[in-house]
């Protein structure tokens, strides 16, 4: 089964408004973390949660984490063209991602 | 290096032909990952090593996909017998430590772009 299912699949805002994207996983972790991937290459890890934390922040970026419900949230402030990309999630296994978010942002 | 290196960039070949992919990850990772990804599609995984540990092959879609990593470094993905569903960009990732340090932070190569015509 896959790890890291984000919703949603598309995502399509006007730079300036905040951009936010879902992820839910099935297993107990020790850590999720949040990828970005333009152009269809390499991956770019964002930000990396752990399982004692609930929240965790960088830059632009806000990460919350609810183990409860297996999911986190990425949260994307005052977007940019430049952020349009795909976001990927992933447990620590780092063996399973999901389709991703494809995120637009319109200038 | 200073990042994950994958070789060749892109590669076209003939259907039905042998392709041989390579990564050459951040020194000292001894974990390491292949991925493929298809058109607009997420990221499938292939195959997992873990320092001197049996990988895990559990991501391979058929016996036509095999990898080795000598030496606990570079590794090699080769493709048998090339088909046409088998087009895709390959990615290769690199960690410091296994899924279970709590490190997590893998590092992505650029991926190669396979075609099969």
């Known amino acids: 089964s896959q790890q890291g299912e984000e919703d949603p699949q598309a995502l399509s805002i006007q730079e300036g408004e905040n951009a936010t994207m879902n992820c839910s996983y099935k297993?107990?972790?020790?850590?999720l973390q949040w990828y970005r991937q333009n152009s269809g290459r390499g991956l770019v890890h964002l930000i990396l949660?752990?399982?004692?934390?609930r929240e965790k922040h960088s830059g632009r970026l806000r990460v919350t984490l609810d183990t409860s419900k297996k999911s986190s949230s990425l949260l994307i402030t005052a977007s940019r063209a430049a952020d349009t990309a795909s976001y990927f999630c992933?447990?620590?296994?780092?063996?399973?991602f999901g389709a991703g978010t494809r995120l637009t942002v319109k200038p | 290096g200073a990042g994950v290196s994958q070789s060749p960039s892109n590669k076209v070949t003939e259907k039905g032909k042998d392709v041989e992919l390579r990564c050459d990850p951040i020194?000292?990772?001894?974990?390491l990952y292949w991925y493929r990804q298809s058109l607009g599609q997420g990221l499938e995984f292939l195959i997992y090593f873990q320092g001197n540990s049996a990988p895990d092959k559990s991501g391979l879609p058929s016996d036509r996909f095999s990898a080795e990593r000598t030496g606990g470094s570079v590794s090699t993905l080769t493709i048998q017998r090339t088909q046409q569903e088998d087009s895709a960009v390959y990615l290769c990732a690199s960690s410091l430590a296994g899924p279970l340090t709590g490190q997590g932070k893998a590092f992505f190569g650029q991926g190669t772009r396979l075609t099969v015509v």
């Open positions: 020194s000292g990772h001894t974990a």
């Open positions: 297993t107990s972790i020790n850590n």
């Open positions: 992933a447990t620590d296994a780092e063996r399973r």
């Open positions: 949660i752990r399982s004692n934390e």
